[in-house]
């Protein structure tokens, strides 16, 4: 089983999963063309994807997930209020598969995990993979922690946890107050010490990658999101891997 990104960050997402012969695509925030080209830097092609799941409709998470499904002849998962706030702008699947944010489901070598995660969104989701024997978590786009994702993410293999900003920088910097106050709400994305002392709480003795995501390129740093997940593991900070928006992630195997 292994992951990697395509991007991470307010300007598009896209995650990869792969376990056996199942690939799937986890949000697709970018076009069709530059999609494939972010594939293509994996070594890997749009038409090989078994599906596409959204965690919701936000246009850097949701706005390309319908050609590309289109390209890929396959399927896209989202739950009932992701797909209703895409149709609404008519940037829904032709193929949709809804989900519920607390039943599992399989995909070909995949269990896929679902959970519902406090953002302002319509219904929004994450996710936990498992090929049966490793688990891959899951987590951006979440103003707070609620205990059941804790009890989701804890003891998994690899864990990518948003880690959108450091308060100090957001509260200082130039963004307007209308904005940073959606951030830092209870709806909007997790800081670098809410990350910190999540993965604090859910590490368990098996865990072999950790990434940083979801970085705001005025409010954080890859260096501050190292020092503070780190410090949380007890661990060097070059240890902790950071999907940043222009070149993602390379592959990480479980």
């Given at each position: 089983?292994?992951?990697?990104?395509?991007?991470?960050?307010?300007?598009?997402?896209?995650?990869?999963?792969?376990?056996?012969?199942?690939?799937?695509?986890?949000?697709?925030?970018?076009?069709?063309?530059?999609?494939?080209?972010?594939?293509?830097?994996?070594?890997?092609?749009?038409?090989?994807?078994?599906?596409?799941?959204?965690?919701?409709?936000?246009?850097?998470?949701?706005?390309?997930?319908?050609?590309?499904?289109?390209?890929?002849?396959?399927?896209?998962?989202?739950?009932?209020?992701?797909?209703?706030?895409?149709?609404?702008?008519?940037?829904?699947?032709?193929?949709?598969?809804?989900?519920?944010?607390?039943?599992?489901?399989?995909?070909?070598?995949?269990?896929?995990?679902?959970?519902?995660?406090?953002?302002?969104?319509?219904?929004?989701?994450?996710?936990?993979?498992?090929?049966?024997?490793?688990?891959?978590?899951?987590?951006?786009?979440?103003?707070?922690?609620?205990?059941?994702?804790?009890?989701?993410?804890?003891?998994?293999?690899?864990?990518?946890l948003e880690c959108n900003h450091d308060v100090a920088k957001l509260e200082a910097g130039s963004y307007p107050a209308a904005l940073k106050r959606r951030i830092l709400g209870r709806y909007g994305h997790?800081?670098?010490?809410?990350?910190?002392?999540?993965?604090?709480?859910?590490?368990?003795?098996?865990?072999?990658?950790?990434?940083?995501?979801?970085?705001?390129?005025?409010?954080?740093?890859?260096?501050?999101?190292?020092?503070?997940?780190?410090?949380?593991?007890?661990?060097?900070?070059?240890?902790?891997?950071?999907a940043d928006q222009e070149t993602g992630l390379d592959w990480r195997e479980l």
């Amino acid at each position: 089983m292994r992951f990697g990104c395509l991007g991470s960050g307010s300007k598009g997402n896209a995650w990869l999963v792969e376990a056996g012969d199942t690939r799937i695509l986890v949000d697709c925030g970018f076009g069709i063309r530059e999609t494939g080209r972010r594939m293509s830097r994996l070594g890997v092609d749009v038409d090989s994807l078994a599906a596409i799941l959204v965690t919701h409709e936000h246009s850097d998470h949701g706005r390309g997930a319908a050609k590309v499904a289109q390209a890929a002849r396959c399927p896209v998962w989202l739950s009932h209020g992701s797909h209703a706030m895409l149709e609404a702008v008519g940037d829904a699947p032709a193929s949709p598969r809804i989900l519920e944010g607390h039943r599992s489901f399989a995909l070909g070598d995949l269990e896929i995990t679902p959970y519902p995660v406090p953002h302002d969104a319509r219904e929004p989701v994450q996710f936990v993979f498992s090929d049966g024997a490793r688990r891959f978590g899951l987590l951006t786009d979440a103003g707070h922690v609620t205990p059941h994702m804790e009890q989701v993410l804890e003891g998994c293999d690899g864990l990518a946890l948003e880690c959108n900003h450091d308060v100090a920088k957001l509260e200082a910097g130039s963004y307007p107050a209308a904005l940073k106050r959606r951030i830092l709400g209870r709806y909007g994305h997790l800081d670098n010490a809410a990350a910190a002392a999540l993965l604090a709480r859910v590490a368990g003795p098996g865990l072999r990658h950790v990434v940083a995501a979801h970085l705001s390129e005025e409010n954080n740093s890859p260096e501050l999101a190292r020092m503070a997940l780190a410090e949380a593991l007890g661990c060097e900070a070059h240890w902790i891997g950071v999907a940043d928006q222009e070149t993602g992630l390379d592959w990480r195997e479980l």
